[in-house]
C-alpha cells in the first residue's frame, strides 16, 4: 500500500502538535507495511527560528516533500507568490506520478484548510485516488 499524507498545518520532520501527529500516524503505517509519502503544500517555517530546513528527505522510512521547494518562507514577497504558484502545479503532478509507481492507495487530508480540501477533492476524483479527509 502506498499512502499519501497531506496539510498545511504542520511541518515535516519537526514540528509541534500536530506534526508529531501525522508523524506517528505515518510511523505506524510504515511498521504496519505501508510506503507513506508526506506532501506540505506551504511554507511552514519563519526565517529566523526554523525547524525544518530540508525541502525534501527521508525520516524514519517516510518520504517527503515541500512542494514550494522550501520549508523556510522568503522575505521577498515576489518569491513567496511564486513558492506558492509552484505549489499549485507540482501537487498535482506529484499525486499524478505517485500514483503509478506504485500503485497509490489513497491520500489523507489533514488539517481544516478548505481550500485544500478543494484542491484535492478535484485533483483525487479526476485521478481516481481515493480521498480521506482528518480533521
Known amino acids: 500500500m502506498k499512502i499519501v499524507i497531506s496539510g498545511n498545518v ?3 520532520p ?7 501527529y501525522v508523524s506517528l500516524m505515518a510511523q505506524g503505517l510504515v511498521k504496519a507495511g505501508s510506503q507513506v509519502h508526506i506532501i506540505i503544500p506551504n511554507y511552514t517555517e519563519y526565517q529566523g527560528n526554523s525547524l525544518n530546513r530540508d525541502a525534501h528527505g527521508i525520516v524514519n522510512g517516510i518520504t517527503f516533500e515541500y512542494t514550494t521547494n522550501s520549508p523556510i518562507i522568503p522575505a521577498n514577497p515576489w518569491q513567496r507568490r511564486w513558492g506558492k504558484a509552484r ?8 499525486l499524478l506520478s505517485l500514483k503509478f509507481y506504485p500503485k497509490l492507495t489513497a491520500l489523507i ?4 484548510s ?11 476524483r479526476i485521478f481516481k485516488i481515493p480521498l480521506v479527509v482528518y480533521i
Open 87 to 94: 505549489s499549485l502545479i507540482v501537487t498535482p503532478w506529484r
Open 114 to 124: 478548505y481550500s485544500l480540501l478543494v484542491q484535492y477533492s478535484f485533483w483525487c
Open 109 to 112: 487530508l489533514y488539517g481544516r
Open 10 to 12: 504542520f511541518g515535516f
Open 14 to 20: 519537526h514540528g509541534w502538535a500536530a506534526t508529531n
